[in-house]
């Protein structure tokens, strides 16, 4: 957890709203029918990995998140964030598996490897566990990012993805409810979504994981659980 988290967590107050959840984002192939990337559709996970959806549900009731002082919530402006969540400002990284070389450049950032990567299955079902973006406070939205990759069976790729076009709609991908998202700071969540990029052999994925402060505890029993940082598989592209 990183010291905007541990500021955030204990601000966290109790004001309710009601409305739906926010529906999450596509999961499309290049070459074939891909819906706009302004609709909101249901992600679709992984089957071979964890992460790319809820593991466990968002709790909406029991135990709720501790309750911050009230002086200072009212200092802080406290109050529920502007629905539906949206963002300027986002984090990214890359990762490359089963490529014998990969470079992803991105906000004039260089990941990857020129050496072979290990294949994401010699991980396990959890290789996309605790995931974050590495580069931060990247404004939306830089050019494309350019992928030049190798997959295992020795044939060369050249692409770009362009983030700006899939979030377009700058809207925030995630599963919390709208009656469960805490109020913030000036209703702002201060922690930005990260936008993560995976080059796996000849298939690339573009995930977001983003930091929802939730009114109930995650985990309970656990004080600072009152968030959710789900992985949210995007977009998918295959060459």
């Given at each position: 957890?990183?010291?905007?988290?541990?500021?955030?967590?204990?601000?966290?107050?109790?004001?309710?709203?009601?409305?739906?959840?926010?529906?999450?984002?596509?999961?499309?192939?290049?070459?074939?029918?891909?819906?706009?990337?302004?609709?909101?559709?249901?992600?679709?996970?992984?089957?071979?990995?964890?992460?790319?959806?809820?593991?466990?549900?968002?709790?909406?009731?029991?135990?709720?998140?501790?309750?911050?002082?009230?002086?200072?919530?009212?200092?802080?402006?406290?109050?529920?964030?502007?629905?539906?969540?949206?963002?300027?400002?986002?984090?990214?990284?890359?990762?490359?598996?089963?490529?014998?070389?990969?470079?992803?450049?991105?906000?004039?950032?260089?990941?990857?490897?020129?050496?072979?990567?290990?294949?994401?299955?010699?991980?396990?079902?959890?290789?996309?566990?605790?995931?974050?973006?590495?580069?931060?406070?990247?404004?939306?939205?830089?050019?494309?990012?350019?992928?030049?990759?190798?997959?295992?069976?020795?044939?060369?790729?050249?692409?770009?993805?362009?983030?700006?076009?899939?979030?377009?709609?700058?809207l925030v991908?995630?599963?919390?409810?709208?009656?469960?998202v805490a109020?913030?700071?000036?209703?702002?969540?201060?922690?930005?979504?990260?936008?993560?990029?995976?080059?796996?052999?000849?298939?690339?994925?573009?995930?977001?994981?983003?930091?929802?402060?939730?009114?109930?505890?995650?985990a309970p029993?656990?004080?600072?659980?009152?968030?959710?940082?789900?992985?949210?598989?995007?977009?998918?592209?295959?060459?």
């Amino acid at each position: 957890m990183d010291d905007d988290e541990k500021r955030l967590m204990p601000r966290i107050s109790k004001h309710m709203a009601a409305a739906a959840s926010l529906a999450l984002a596509a999961c499309a192939t290049t070459g074939g029918a891909s819906p706009p990337t302004h609709k909101m559709q249901e992600s679709a996970p992984m089957a071979h990995a964890r992460f790319t959806y809820p593991e466990t549900p968002v709790l909406t009731s029991g135990e709720l998140a501790p309750a911050g002082d009230p002086a200072k919530a009212a200092e802080m402006n406290d109050q529920a964030p502007a629905w539906p969540l949206r963002f300027d400002k986002h984090n990214f990284s890359a990762r490359c598996h089963d490529t014998l070389t990969c470079e992803v450049v991105y906000d004039g950032v260089h990941h990857g490897s020129d050496k072979p990567t290990r294949a994401s299955a010699s991980y396990g079902p959890d290789y996309l566990k605790d995931w974050n973006g590495g580069h931060g406070g990247v404004r939306n939205f830089p050019p494309p990012a350019k992928v030049v990759w190798t997959s295992k069976d020795g044939t060369s790729h050249e692409t770009e993805i362009d983030i700006g076009e899939i979030f377009a709609d700058q809207l925030v991908r995630h599963y919390v409810p709208r009656e469960e998202v805490a109020a913030v700071p000036n209703g702002r969540i201060s922690v930005n979504p990260a936008i993560l990029l995976e080059v796996n052999d000849r298939t690339i994925r573009v995930y977001m994981k983003a930091f929802i402060p939730t009114k109930h505890l995650q985990a309970p029993g656990n004080p600072l659980s009152a968030v959710r940082r789900d992985l949210v598989l995007v977009k998918t592209y295959t060459y």
